[in-house]
């Protein structure tokens, strides 16, 4: 038995959670769910991010207080990860005292260590970001992310030596290759470190919203500083409950592209002035677009991209939540940008849920009720169908582990394709009751049985239904993973029909 420790970025409070980021979620969700049936000790960490001059703004013009924001805002982040059957082991909230104490004694160590210094920022500076720009940086003199004119700023601030890590990181990166996955994202990282790295500004005295600055009262530490320190913060850095050991040495942190200098240069970085191991792994990923446009919650809902449009709440009430937990998983590629549609959805849905998975299970159990007497049949020891299930197992273990659950899903639904082509050659809804179509059925369910632990990361909940109307129990961690190969499908099990899993839909929403 492994460790596996998994993070989101900790999304920010101005708005709702969307689509985007359900993507993010319900991708580590995945991750976390594998590693569990594995057997692998997991934590699972997500959270909102709730400091900085932009939440003080959002709560100023909607007349509340930053905390009361943030308490309402934080509240729907929660309501949203539970309404897509997310199994985070924690959510974090930058506003609470644990989180505080974690980052003043980090960045205090830092200080300690020689590695902060006073000085004075002026520069460009993007609200939206909450992030200093240089004049290369900018596009047409808007911010590169947010295609919005930045300001231009003078501030006192404390900074952190980041320059002084410039050959360290490029160390780190020569000797742990796959520190940042994908390779171009690794690249793009590179290329950011070689470019010469200048120090940063991590504090602020034109805002109070923050962690105060234990050696400056009149500081707060900035957003991205205090934000970045959470995942410390979830396994007890600077506490009595310190569990830092266990944990950060098998940590990943799944992110979107748009913050890879964040965490693949600032923050391992500020690990190593801390005196602590940078994190074992960033995972990139792309963007879900519409319209060739990113879904964020800054492009506001008068623009071209309406997120009240496509909430995780409107998914769920038109598809169901393990397709459109199906959907983000299988559609787009972490690492890869995806182009984002209700048509998608309808058409993923449709095909690979509704005509492959749902008519699958459907017509098994319908002939084990009509063939066998509701009674499924034991699979036989030297089916090929079966033994292309044995290869499947390996293929989507070795996907999982990657980090591809669309690879991982892909070969899934091939094991899911063989099968029903299994039915189609032997037509057992044209056989006579006896040994002959037991063997054709014992074998479909076996494969069923392996199908319904292979979606569990995925679809959990569609996992369990399908092993309730075959007989089985609901997957259990570690041991149904295990036992993929060496237990199979028991047979004398009373076999139900049931409503379509996935009915057809007639048109897009």
């Known amino acids: 038995m492994q460790r596996f420790y998994i993070t989101t970025p900790i999304y920010y409070v101005t708005d709702a959670p969307h689509v985007g ?118 596009l047409d003199g808007n911010c590169p992310v947010h295609g919005r004119p930045v300001i231009e700023m003078e501030e006192e601030n404390w900074f952190f030596r980041l320059s002084a890590f410039q050959d360290r990181l490029l160390a780190h990166f020569e000797s742990h290759p796959d520190f940042t996955t994908p390779e171009t994202k690794r690249n793009e990282a590179l290329s950011f470190i070689r470019s010469g790295l200048r120090d940063i500004s991590i504090t602020r005295t034109s805002i109070s919203w923050g962690v105060p600055v234990p050696w400056d009262d009149r500081h707060v530490f900035y957003v991205w500083y205090d934000a970045l320190i ?54 990139v990923h792309g963007w879900l677009l519409v319209g060739g446009q990113k879904l964020s919650k800054s492009m506001g809902n008068d623009g071209p991209v309406r997120l009240g449009e496509i909430a995780p709440a409107t998914l769920v009430d038109e598809f169901g939540v393990d397709a459109v937990r199906y959907y983000l998983l299988r559609n787009t590629a972490l690492g890869s940008d995806g182009e984002f549609s209700i048509e998608s959805v309808t058409a993923r849905y449709n095909t690979d849920l509704a005509n492959m998975l749902g008519n699958l299970v459907a017509r098994v159990c319908a002939v084990v009720n009509t063939k066998c007497a509701s009674v499924g049949p034991a699979p036989s020891p030297d089916s090929e169908l079966l033994q292309f299930a044995h290869v ?43 040994e002959a179509i037991d063997r054709v059925m014992g074998d479909a369910l076996e494969a069923i049985r392996i199908i319904s632990v292979l979606i569990t990361p995925a679809m959990p909940d569609t996992a369990d239904e399908i092993r309730r109307r075959i007989g089985l129990g609901a997957v259990t961690a570690q041991g149904d993973w295990n036992t993929l190969r060496t237990a199979t499908y028991p047979g004398g099990l009373a076999v139900q029909k049931g409503e379509p899993l996935f009915p057809r839909i007639r048109s897009a929403a």
Not at 28 to 47: Q, Y
Not at 401 to 426: D, R
Request: hydrophobic share 35%.
């Open 392 to 434: 499947t197992i390996d293929e989507v273990s070795s996907a999982w582990e990657n980090f591809e659950p669309h690879i991982a899903l892909e070969k899934t639904w091939t094991l899911i394709g063989a099968a029903n082509a299994h039915l189609e050659n032997f037509a057992p809804w044209k056989m006579e009751p006896g």
């Open 21 to 138: 980021t359900a993507y993010c979620t319900v991708n580590a969700d995945a991750m976390a769910r594998w590693h569990r049936l594995r057997g692998d000790e997991t934590l699972f960490l997500t959270g909102t991010d709730e400091h900085g001059q932009k939440v003080a703004d959002t709560a100023a013009k909607n007349n509340l207080s930053p905390q009361e924001w943030t308490d309402r805002t934080s509240a729907r982040f929660v309501e949203a990860w539970k309404l897509l059957n997310i199994s985070n082991d924690d959510f974090i909230r930058t506003t609470e005292e644990r989180h505080t104490k974690s980052v003043q004694s980090f960045l205090s160590t830092i200080y300690d260590n020689g590695f902060i210094y006073k000085g004075t920022y002026v520069g460009p500076y993007c609200v939206d970001c909450e992030d200093y720009y240089t004049a290369e940086n900018l």
């Open 230 to 283: 959470n995942y410390l913060t979830a396994i007890g850095y600077g506490t009595e409950k310190d569990e830092m050991a266990q944990w950060w040495p098998h940590s990943h942190h799944l992110i979107g592209k748009e913050i890879i200098r964040f965490h693949s240069v600032w923050w391992p970085a500020m690990c190593m002035a801390a005196g602590i191991e940078p994190p074992h792994h960033v995972q």
